[in-house]
């Protein structure tokens, strides 16, 4: 018999340690390293990482973590906590208030369960599988913009691509001719939170990993969303990928667009 989880309680306990977690920003010099090119953790990250790897097997008996600053990618359990210490790291590096603690808990590659914590705002947004979406415990859903042309567009500049292979500005610029106006914020786990709680319609990225959309990805799917890889497939929940996050009335549009982009400027 498998692991019997209350799903309601569960995110209860992760929305604690998420706050918790994120305590540590205030308590910890950042000690920046880069990790490659325009690619960076602090001390706050790998801090937020150990106590998030210590707290959250508890939850869940046989459960494991994946995390971005972790070295445990390989391992695979049912249970499968996804986590971003910090998302947005650039941002917290230079003072920009839009960075999060993001906790996914997975499935066998099914999203259960979430929470993503931004400190400087004091949101935090958090679901489970059927039970809705909230921000500070208040119901959250997507907009109902049903064209792009009526929609405002969130959108990230994947920095860590080498900039010959990086697509993203190109479509940014593309859908800006169509959209009321766009806006890239750093930080792809609060771009997913921003369109479940309808703060635009449509969010794209050309290169995201698991922890970047693990934790958002339950929230938006509650809020009423979709979200899906490039070409139409489902999350998974390792490698990299394009992803595309909606109201889901304009998903099958902003589809349409980024397949025409890609035929013309490859994949």
Known sequence: MGTIVDLNSLTEQIKVLAVEAAGLVRDKKLG?????PKDFVTQVDLCIDEF?????????????VLSEEGDDDEKRAEYQWIVDPIDGTTNLIYGLPLYAVSIGLVKNGRPLAGAVYNPPSGELFSAYQGGGAFLNNRPIHVNTDAKLAETLVLAETDP??????????????????????????????????????????????????PWDYAGGSIILLEAGGT??????????F??????????????AEMLKKIEAYLKEFGS
């Open 227 to 236: 979200i899906t890889q490039w070409d139409k497939s489902p999350l998974p």
């Open 160 to 209: 860590y691509l080498e900039r010959k292979k990086n697509f993203s500005p190109h479509l940014i610029n593309e859908v800006f001719s169509e959209c009321i106006d766009y806006r890239v914020t750093g930080s792809a786990a609060l771009d997913v939170c921003f369109i479940a709680c309808g703060r635009g319609g449509v969010f794209f990225t050309q290169c995201v990993k």
């Open 52 to 64: 998030l790897s210590s707290r959250l097997p508890s939850l869940v008996p046989g459960s494991l």
């Open 32 to 36: 920046t390293q880069s990790k490659g």
């Open 238 to 251: 390792e490698g990299k990928h394009g992803i595309l996050a909606t109201n889901g009335l304009l998903h």
